[in-house]
């Protein structure tokens, strides 16, 4: 049923931008390990072995911070209509602050989304997909505003001072990285 591969097919690849939802996993050596949701338009696969994802401010920056430390990442995409199947991405990857170049040269993949944080780069060394049998069917009913919303009543002063507040350390008391220069 599982099937592993070194790099995405042209119908992994399909599949993936045709998804609403990623999940994404880190973790350092020890401490609290991370498994996020990722929704909106904030994906793109550079090549087989490459995707790039545009972190949006949140209430923490685990992803950040666990990256800082140790480079390992999964994503994980699950299909919740049409043929069942899982898909995880294994690698490492590169967190992109806006003060970096990279930022700069990869901000454009994606569309304006008002408290766009940073860019997370990662190298794919494993694709690993299997049946997703056990994932329910379940209907799309659109985006939530509520991010887009939050962040542009904020605006750049209030979304600076809200990741000074919450962004620069983990769980675990780890720094983030955002602010470093």
Not at 74 to 86: E, G, Q, S, Y
Not at 113 to 123: E, F, N, S, V
Request: glycine content about 8%; aromatic content about 8%; hydrophobic content about 35%.
């Amino acid at each position: 049923m599982g099937k592993r591969q070194a790099k995405l097919s042209s119908r992994l690849i399909n599949f993936i931008s045709e998804q609403k939802l990623f999940f994404v996993g880190t973790a350092m050596e020890e401490g609290t390990i991370n498994i996020s949701p990722k929704g909106m338009d904030s994906l793109r696969v550079i090549d087989q072995n490459r995707v790039i994802w545009l972190n949006l401010t949140g209430s923490g920056n685990e992803t950040a911070t666990h990256l800082k430390n140790n480079s390992r990442m999964t994503l994980m995409f699950c299909a919740f209509d049409k043929k069942p199947l899982i898909l995880r991405l294994y690698g490492t990857a590169k967190v992109h602050h806006q003060r970096d170049a990279e930022w700069k040269e990869h901000i454009g993949l994606f569309p304006e989304i008002p408290g766009a944080r940073q860019l997370i780069d990662m190298q794919i060394e494993l694709v690993q997909s299997s049946c997703g049998f056990g994932v329910p069917l379940m209907d799309y009913m659109g985006e939530r505003h509520l991010l887009d919303t939050w962040a542009q009543e904020k605006g750049e002063e209030g979304l600076l001072e809200y990741r000074k507040q919450k962004n620069t350390t983990s769980l675990d008391g780890h720094p983030t990285g955002i602010f470093e220069t």
